[in-house]
């Protein structure tokens, strides 16, 4: 079963408007959350997390939001560079049961932004 | 360069070959993890490693997989008589202690393995 859903496989944006990155979980017992970036034939980059504490964190042109109650949480992008165009992963980990240690990841969204 | 270190970048193997795959931590994490990414998919969590412990292999194949993280030296991931579908990208991440309200891995830049 999916437990971390993205189900947007692309978007298409322009340069220097909002890109926005949604992701759904199913598990309750997820605490912590995080968005990674991947170019091709590269690794998984990270950008930015979140605590389930938390309902915003900011850090420079990223924001996550994450709204518990709907289990969801999205990534924004403001403003928008060409050079932020990848494949955009979110991942989810509980901190006890046994998930405990592992991230479990979405499917991926292809971002292009365009000039 | 102080990153999550994989070799080799690419693998080349015939069906029935044995792929071992190294990983070393960024300096100070003593926990890894290994996933591996389909094609068109998400990377899926294969084992969660410390020094000389399996802490989690619940996503390990049950025959032909295995995951060691000895107290000296790299951690390995080996396939023994690889098949096919064992065509992947195999991708190692550090971390230190997780739990406490945080858990960010920190990527390699994975091992690509073919198997002809």
């Known amino acids: 079963d999916q437990q971390v859903k993205q189900n947007s496989p692309s978007l298409s944006v322009q340069e220097g408007r909002i890109s926005i990155l949604n992701c759904d979980y199913t598990?309750?017992?997820?605490?912590?959350f995080l968005w990674y970036k991947k170019y091709p034939a590269e690794g998984p980059t990270f950008l930015i997390s979140?605590?389930?504490?938390?309902d915003k964190n900011e850090d420079g042109r990223f924001t996550v939001f994450l709204n518990k109650s709907a289990k969801h949480l999205s990534l924004h992008i403001v403003p928008s560079q060409p050079g932020d165009s990848a494949v955009y992963f979110c991942?989810?980990?509980?901190?006890?049961?046994?998930?405990?240690?592992?991230?479990?990841f979405g499917q991926g969204t292809i971002l292009t932004v365009h000039p | 360069n102080a990153g999550v270190m994989q070799n080799p970048r690419h693998l080349v193997r015939r069906r029935g070959q044995e792929a071992r795959l190294r990983c070393s931590p960024m300096k100070g994490h003593s926990h890894v993890y290994w996933y591996r990414q389909l094609p068109e998919e998400g990377l899926k969590f294969m084992v969660y490693l410390q020094k000389e412990n399996i802490i989690d292999e619940s996503g390990m194949p049950k025959e032909r997989f295995s995951a060691e993280f000895p107290k000296e030296g790299p951690s390995i991931l080996r396939i023994q008589q690889v098949v096919r579908g064992d065509s992947a990208a195999y991708f190692c991440a550090s971390s230190p202690l997780p739990g406490h309200g945080r858990n960010e891995q920190f990527f390699g830049p994975g091992t690509r393995l073919t198997v002809l």
């Open positions: 979140i605590s389930s504490i938390k």
């Open positions: 991942a989810a980990s509980a901190e006890g049961g046994t998930s405990y240690g592992k991230l479990t």
């Open positions: 598990n309750s017992m997820f605490d912590y």
